[in-house]
């Protein structure tokens, strides 16, 4: 990172030069011979019992310009310059903050409608639309396999109907919405299209996200419906036909988060999720687009957990790696196509049942670490996560940590404070360094998909699942409140948010109102085309939207393409 | 003394088995033989898997919330088949109060988040200890 000063003139450049040199390696003996003194001291000294490390790998002791020096100015560049380690605004938060997204949805649409309403008039910045899993899974709220689980961990969402009253009264020029859908992505996606359409507003003029990355859904967090190869074909068909009609919309969200919180360490989720993001790239270059058509609005989704450091430099590689790959292996040539742009959430698998307050604490410094990392928005879990679906309170304490560190702490001041640190900057070039060599094992074992199929990436992740258990276990990992610290507990006294079974009665009610009142032919007519479409190469987003418009529900659309494309089997294994 | 058989399952919608899997195991690691569903099961394959596996033991791990519906289901079915000395016991995000109820109707301890494995371990060799002496 060393920096040679601009020459004036050019005889006065070269002794200027060779001056700078010779400056330059006494500087560099001085500084040996200072870390060597360094080291005996720390050698003597008495250090506690035990293990430095961060994900499994050992840390020095110290860092230093030695260390730093790895990294060259090219790699670092500045904010909103290749290769955007430093960010991908030149203004950083000075421009814009990050966006304050709390995910949230439970059950009924009218519920969860009066909670974003809740959260917008408490100065949250955008939506984020958590569904249920009946719905993750494609399933009606009137489906036998839905019993039980409507609106238990988010909202019920079968047709456009329920999204219609979802944002009721909210007008969705004016929000930008994220939708953690994956698996029946594209039809919920055209629910909302829909949605917006009844209410006057053009599908062009629409911000948000789509999560729709079935890869890591396979990996990691399982709401799947169809085998790999069709629903990679539905994401393309996505990308393809948003271009043109949905163009500020954030087509996938290509998620680290789930793969985290299933086990994988810090290089893991890195190296994983950006595969994940490579194999997006190389079908949508397969169907024929031109990179620089999709890749813009290709966004992603990183965890952040317990090691700051470490988390703030995955963030840092992580963009730094993108922007090379994109440049160099797929010819981008859009700057935008270049820059990693992502949501973060604070790692909700950190999060203790044992004297639940403390997450609190956990939850803000994870909050700081992906500002310093320099995320574009951020949800911040509730300390009542692991007990329940968090309460009303709970949610404003998770809002209000982002806002003291957004309006507060001076943090967001500076772009990329961290930038030039000899531990940050050398983590950030280690992590790219065990990315690349885990890019070249799933390349070996013949890339993402194949390495799904045979559970090669899902074991990689179950492995280190349980050695974090065992760590804990052994008492080589400390987690206060669960093996340490460890007080007898009071009954709790924070109140839980409870769904009711009513949900689930009302919603199955007013599924049968909303099918008897519909054309009933029409939904015929619309799924009927989407079936012949789906055994063709076509793409189906308009197929699909039809069905959204005509009031085909949720399951009755999945269906009608699972006919053609089969389900997804999943390997089992432990 | 036999292994003891446990069949660890996940049931409903719910697709976090990080928790099952771990937990799958470490059973395993302790000498138990150990049968895992895999994701999405329905409460009578569970119970039809439980009956012909002739397991002793069903772990249910449940993060969803659906834990009224689908624990008692279990129970019902594997009663159904006159197997009531199969013990019903599992974890996730279960409210107290939830466990209680639960526990009162019969099933075995529900275990939270952060319980060391060595803790579940324990119970399922205590309850069959008990259970061997019971039947001899």
Not at chain 1, 231 to 253: G, K, M, Y
Not at chain 1, 320 to 337: C, F, L, Q, T
Not at chain 1, 552 to 566: H, K, P, Q, S
Not at chain 2, 36 to 59: F, N, S
Request: glycine share 8%.
């Amino acid at each position: 990172m060393t920096k040679l000063k601009s020459p004036s003139s050019k005889s006065a450049a070269d002794s200027e030069l060779i001056a700078t040199i010779e400056e330059q390696s006494a500087e560099l003996r001085l500084l040996r011979k200072e870390v060597a003194e360094w080291r005996k001291k720390y050698e003597k000294g008495e250090l506690r019992d035990i293990a430095f490390t961060n994900s499994e790998k050992e840390i020095q002791a110290i860092y230093t310009p030695l260390d730093a020096a790895e990294t060259s100015a090219e790699a670092l560049g500045m904010p909103g310059f290749y290769p955007y380690t430093r960010g991908i605004h030149p203004t950083g938060y000075r421009g814009r903050l990050w966006t304050m997204r709390q995910f949230a949805g439970f059950g009924s649409a009218r519920d969860t409608n009066e909670r974003y309403k809740f959260l917008l008039a408490h100065g949250q910045t955008g939506l984020s639309v958590a569904f249920d899993f009946p719905t993750l899974m494609g399933y009606d709220s009137d489906h036998p396999r839905s019993e039980g689980e409507v609106g238990k961990c988010g909202v019920a969402i079968s047709s456009l109907a329920d999204m219609q009253m979802l944002f009721d009264g909210i007008p969705l020029d004016q929000v930008s919405t994220s939708m953690t859908i994956n698996g029946p992505a594209v039809i919920l996606y055209c629910f909302y299209i829909a949605a917006a359409e009844k209410q006057g507003v053009d599908s062009t003029k629409l911000r948000g996200t789509i999560q729709n990355d079935i890869l890591k859904e396979y990996m990691a967090q399982h709401a799947w419906v169809y085998p790999i190869e069709p629903a990679l074909r539905l994401i393309v068909d996505c990308f393809e036909w948003s271009a043109e009609h949905v163009p500020q919309w954030n087509t996938i969200s290509i998620s680290g988060y789930h793969i985290r919180e299933a086990g994988a360490t810090a290089a893991q989720e890195l190296a994983f999720t950006l595969a994940d993001g490579f194999t997006y790239v190389e079908r949508g270059i397969a169907r024929g687009l031109n990179v620089d058509t999709f890749a813009p609005r290709l966004s992603f989704f990183w965890d952040i957990h317990n090691d700051f450091f470490e988390e703030i430099a995955k963030l840092r590689a992580a963009r730094r790696i993108w922007a090379r790959h994109m440049k160099e292996r797929y010819g981008a040539k859009d700057p935008r196509s270049l820059m990693m742009r992502f949501h973060s959430q604070t790692a909700g698998v950190t999060l203790t049942a044992q004297q639940p307050m403390n997450n609190i604490i956990r939850v803000a410094y994870q909050a700081m670490a992906a500002a310093l990392g320099g995320t574009q928005s951020l949800h911040t879990n509730s300390m009542d996560e692991t007990l329940a679906l968090p309460t009303e309170e709970s949610v404003q304490v998770a809002l209000r940590t982002q806002q003291i560190l957004a309006y507060e702490t001076g943090i967001p001041n500076v772009v990329d404070p961290l930038g030039g640190s000899y531990y940050v900057e050398t983590l950030t070039t280690e992590l790219e360094r065990e990315a690349e060599s885990l890019f070249e094992q799933i390349a070996q074992i013949g890339g993402v998909v194949r390495g799904l199929e045979t559970g090669w990436l899902q074991r990689r992740i179950n492995e280190s699942a349980a050695r974090q258990q065992w760590e804990i276990e052994q008492h080589r990992r400390i987690i206060v409140g669960v093996n340490d610290f460890v007080t007898d507990e009071p009954e709790l006294t924070i109140e839980l948010l409870k769904v009711t079974e009513q949900t689930e009665r009302e919603q199955k009610e007013r599924m049968a109102k909303m099918r008897a009142g519909r054309d009933n032919a029409r939904v015929e007519k619309k799924m009927g085309a989407l079936r012949e479409a789906a055994a063709t190469s076509r793409n189906l987003m308009p197929y699909i939207l039809d069905c959204a418009r005509a009031y085909c529900t949720l399951y009755e659309i999945r269906a009608a393409m699972e006919a053609v494309f089969g389900a997804y089997r999943e390997p089992v294994f432990f | 003394m036999r292994p003891i058989r446990v069949l660890v399952a996940k049931p409903g919608l719910d697709g976090h088995d990080r928790g099952a899997k771990v937990v799958a195991a470490a059973l395993r690691d302790a000498g138990m033989e150990v049968i895992y569903t895999g994701l999405h099961q329905t409460p009578e394959m569970i119970a039809t898997a439980a009956i012909q596996e002739d397991v002793d033991v069903i772990g249910l791990s449940i993060l969803s919330g659906a834990h009224m519906t689908l624990i008692p289901r279990v129970q019902e079915l594997v009663r159904a088949q006159g197997r009531d000395d199969i013990l019903i016991t599992g974890g996730g995000i279960i409210p107290k109060d939830d466990v209680d109820a639960l526990e009162h109707r019969g099933i075995g301890r529900l275990f939270g988040p952060g319980t060391p494995t060595t803790e579940l371990i324990e119970y399922i060799k205590e309850w069959f200890a008990t259970r061997e002496k019971q039947e001899a």
